[in-house]
């Protein structure tokens, strides 16, 4: 029962981050291994967990989808689809041992993203139209990261788009979330054909990342978002060096 508490408020957390600034798989992620699952099964269970906060939150910006041309959010969720399956199958055929030789670094490396996401968000507008608007040859890559390691998914999705000349935020974040669903229906197929998902905790988790979805805004009006993003940056570091210290001890 004090696991599953646990579980719950990890997932409650990880829903108000994720709803006001993202950064929540610093908390559900390692609350998973803390209470015993392993590395490869805790991924897949907080990517699943997930799930229902981004149809909530894609299910908010619906009007700003709706804007979007039909054909291009098929092309797009199809070859979001399609990299979040190859990035599922390679955390699949992942040992625990090898992927957690890879957390910390994962880890470091979405912290740094959070922390510095409007400076690579900047940085990819300034150089709209230096790629192929909207291709597969950027969708897919991201989309096979988000698949095997689902932390700052959202941060580099924005930076993406920018990098596409996309300028409405609220159409950036409509598709963020939207293509952030698609990819967690396809890895929660894959995860759970290949028995990687701990059903009960998973489902704990879910719950609490809907609760935190829905109290998320209210909480960010009274918490300066400055302050709350060096908050999201301590966890972000500091479950970095505890998986650093787990893979050296």
């Known amino acids: 029962?004090?696991?599953?508490?646990?579980?719950?408020?990890?997932?409650?957390?990880?829903?108000?981050?994720?709803?006001?600034?993202?950064?929540?798989?610093?908390?559900?992620?390692?609350?998973?291994?803390?209470?015993?699952?392993?590395?490869?099964?805790?991924?897949?269970?907080?990517?699943?967990?997930?799930?229902?906060?981004y149809l909530s939150s894609a299910i908010g910006f619906r009007h700003e989808i709706a804007e979007i041309d039909r054909r291009l959010m098929l092309r797009l969720t199809g070859w979001t689809m399609l990299?979040?399956?190859?990035?599922?199958?390679?955390?699949?055929?992942?040992?625990?041992?090898?992927?957690?030789?890879?957390?910390?670094?994962?880890?470091?490396?979405?912290?740094?993203?959070f922390l510095r996401g409007a400076q690579v968000r900047a940085w990819a507008a300034r150089r709209r139209g230096a790629v192929t608007a909207f291709g597969a040859g950027t969708m897919v890559p991201v989309a096979i990261y988000g698949?095997?390691?689902?932390?700052?998914?959202?941060?580099?999705?924005l930076a993406?788009?920018?990098?596409w000349g996309m300028t409405n935020l609220h159409a950036m974040?409509?598709?963020?979330?939207?293509?952030?669903?698609?990819?967690?229906?396809?890895?929660?197929l894959i995860f759970a054909a290949g028995g990687k998902i701990v059903w009960i905790p998973t489902?704990?988790?879910?719950?609490?990342?809907?609760?935190?979805?829905?109290?998320?805004?209210?909480?960010?009006?009274?918490?300066?978002m400055p302050q709350l993003r060096i908050l999201i940056a301590v966890i972000g570091f500091g479950t970095t060096a505890i998986f650093f210290w787990r893979l050296v001890a």
């Open 1 to 53: 029962m004090a696991e599953m508490i646990l579980v719950f408020v990890a997932g409650l957390l990880g829903g108000i981050l994720n709803a006001v600034a993202g950064g929540g798989t610093f908390i559900t992620f390692p609350a998973l291994v803390f209470i015993g699952v392993p590395e490869v099964a805790a991924n897949a269970s907080a990517t699943v967990a997930a799930m229902p906060g």
């Open 83 to 113: 990299g979040g399956a190859i990035g599922s199958g390679l955390l699949l055929i992942s040992s625990n041992e090898a992927f957690a030789a890879l957390v910390p670094f994962l880890l470091l490396g979405a912290t740094l993203v």
């Open 147 to 157: 698949g095997f390691f689902n932390g700052g998914l959202g941060i580099v999705l």
């Open 160 to 163: 993406l788009f920018a990098l």
């Open 173 to 188: 974040n409509g598709l963020k979330c939207w293509l952030s669903f698609a990819l967690s229906v396809i890895s929660l």
């Open 203 to 224: 489902l704990v988790m879910s719950a609490g990342t809907i609760a935190g979805g829905l109290i998320g805004p209210p909480i960010a009006r009274l918490i300066p």
